[in-house]
Nanobody, 121 residues
Framework: VQLQASGGGLVQAGGSLRLSCVASGRTLSMYAMGWFRQAPGKEREFVAAITWSTGSTYYADSVKGRFTISRDNAKNTVYLLMYSLKPEDTAVYHC???????????????WGQGTQVTVSS
């Protein structure tokens, strides 16, 4: 499975962005997709995850109510819609696949290359 993330950019605080993650290859082997982020000097942080089959979702407390994860099965694409962005949301955002709906990055595979999100104050 190959994952390609896109949609990052520079936005002012309070603004919004939509990230996309397109999956290709043996996509039937995936159960869930997750978004993670990593800021300079910090550990990789779970953001949100969704299952392909039922659309069940799981969010980090830090983004709950501001971010929405969704998927389009026909396009093999997972989206992360981010509202009310804050400077502390600045990071490289990665998508990855997992066999469970979990937040631990160690259970995720097939990490995409990431897309930079920068939120200015």
């Amino acid at each position: 499975v190959q994952l390609q993330a896109s949609g990052g950019g520079l936005v002012q605080a309070g603004g919004s962005l939509r990230l996309s993650c397109v999956a290709s290859g043996r996509t039937l082997s995936m159960y869930a997709m997750g978004w993670f982020r990593q800021a300079p000097g910090k550990e990789r942080e779970f953001v949100a995850a969704i299952t392909w089959s039922t659309g069940s979702t799981y969010y980090a407390d830090s983004v709950k109510g501001r971010f929405t994860i969704s998927r389009d099965n026909a396009k093999n694409t997972v989206y992360l819609l981010m509202y009310s962005l804050k400077p502390e949301d600045t990071a490289v955002y990665h998508c990855a696949a997992a066999p469970l709906l979990v937040s631990s990055p160690s259970l995720y595979n097939n990490w995409g290359q990431g897309t930079q999100v920068t939120v200015s104050s």
